[in-house]
């Protein structure tokens, strides 16, 4: 079995929808998307990733199912009891007196890399952030959907592995994410999300390209064939957008810190 997890292009967060930058990825995407062979299609209900799946569904005559479990990983951090967390996160906004909730990842290397449980398979589940925020339940919520999912397709979830009930190459797209993506790659090849959040960039339109190997019989363990894939943007003469990085350097103000 074969699973693609395609970003959204370029995102104006605002409108939950592109920049000029991202429809022109997004088109560039649909030029090559043949080739990828896409199968059953499922997209986010998010503005973005619907607007960046349109353009290749409209190129290829397919239609993709909706799914709400799909959607950017909603879970919430409130950093206003713990002044460990609010060093971790200096950069969260203030409504008033009280800082704002915000998204879990994106926590400053100088705290989560002093902090191990956060790179361990099961640690980050009984971390800081996990007891100031709703992402265990959120991550288990997402992943019950998701292992249904690959059910119906003959891949059950057994421990770390998946049992095969009907082996198969059948190949099923997510237009998503990033932050979802890491969920469910992190669950797929059991690694912390925190580990896959902070140590990959997955830049818009990229494809990330997921298949089973079951070199027991019964047993399929799911491998990275690409991650993170733009030979799309670079084939139309573009590179790939900022979105999702860091400055490379601390004195270039003009990339996000």
Known sequence: MRI????HGDPD?????????????????????????????????LGRAKKTASYTLKKLGLKAETLDWLQEFPAKLDINDSEELQRAYPDTRKEGERF?????????????????????????????VAAHSDIVSVYENVIEHFDRL?????????????????????TIT??????LTCVLLSHLINVSPF??????????TSVTEI????????????????????HHLLAG??????????CETYDNMEQRH
């Open 13 to 45: 967060y605002e409108h939950d929808s592109l920049t000029e930058t991202g429809k022109k990825e997004a088109a560039l995407l649909a030029e090559t998307a043949g080739g990828l062979h896409l199968g059953d299609c499922f997209v986010s209900p």
């Open 195 to 204: 580990a896959l959040w902070h140590g990959l960039v997955l830049a818009p």
């Open 237 to 246: 003469g573009t590179g790939p957008s900022f979105a999702a990085r860091f």
């Open 100 to 128: 704002a909730s915000r998204i879990v990842w994106d926590m400053m290397p100088s705290y989560y890399l002093t902090h191990p449980e956060y790179m361990d398979r099961e640690g980050w589940k009984t971390s800081a």
């Open 211 to 230: 298949t089973t190997e079951e070199r027991e019989r019964g047993i399929a363990m799911f491998r990275s064939q690409r991650m993170g894939d733009v």
């Open 174 to 179: 997510f237009f998503c994410h990033f932050g």
């Open 150 to 170: 690959l059910a119906g397709y003959g891949y059950v979830r057994e421990g770390m592995h998946y049992r095969v009930e009907k082996a198969n190459t059948d």
């Open 4 to 7: 693609l997890m395609i970003r």
